[in-house]
């Protein structure tokens, strides 16, 4: 009995730090968060499609003040758990001018009709309405996205496209509202 208590006790550790921080992505784990003072080529030139095949641009991002940009992966349980959180955040602060939108990784690798079903199925379960968009080629081949470290990983994008920060991590509605409030005083 013991030892199934110290199992559990492991394997629930385990689960919170995989909530706290996230998924990993690649062996550089020393990446930290932090503002991005480079061009964000990736946003500012954006040219991919919906997940449903419609175009999508940077001109999404001018239609708000800090847009949220969440790079999330299918096989992510953290990425998974904060995407209704993001839902809701679109549309609380959507007054304030703020928008989200996610972004799914593995549309950059397999575009195939099983990762699309897979996706939006998955999306339609966890109740999940903000916009979502495909990873384009050229977004792959960017600095901002060949440096992600973890997943979930967040920009924050001005109107213009321009990375404001970037974020390591999954979050809760009150976390990720906190944090874009903080934001939006520098804006």
């Not at 062996?27 to 932090?34: E, I, L, T, V």
């Not at 996610?102 to 009709?113: A, L, M, P, Q, R």
């Not at 050229?138 to 109107?159: C, Q, W």
Request: glycine content about 6%.
């Amino acid at each position: 009995m013991k030892k199934g208590k110290t199992i559990f006790a492991v394997i629930m550790a385990m689960a919170l730090a995989f909530a706290v921080v996230g998924c990993g992505k690649k062996d550089d784990n020393d990446k930290k968060d932090g503002n991005s003072g480079a061009s964000a080529t990736a946003f500012e030139k954006m040219n991919t499609t919906t997940l449903d095949g419609e175009k999508a641009d940077s001109k999404i991002f001018a239609k708000n003040k800090v847009t949220v940009v969440n790079i999330w992966s299918l096989t992510c349980p953290p990425c998974i758990a904060e995407l209704p959180h993001l839902s809701k955040i679109n549309d609380k602060l959507k007054s304030k001018g703020v928008g989200v939108i996610g972004i799914v990784y593995e549309t950059g690798k397999d575009d195939s009709n099983a990762t699309l079903d897979k996706t939006k199925d998955l999306l339609k379960k966890v109740k999940a309405t903000h916009p979502q968009l495909k990873l384009s080629e050229d977004m792959l081949k960017s600095e901002e996205f060949s440096n992600i470290a973890y997943f979930p990983t967040t920009f924050f994008v001005d109107s213009k496209g321009k990375v404001l920060k970037q974020k390591a991590g999954a979050a809760d509605e009150k976390g990720w509202e906190d944090e874009i409030l903080e934001v939006l005083k520098d804006v």
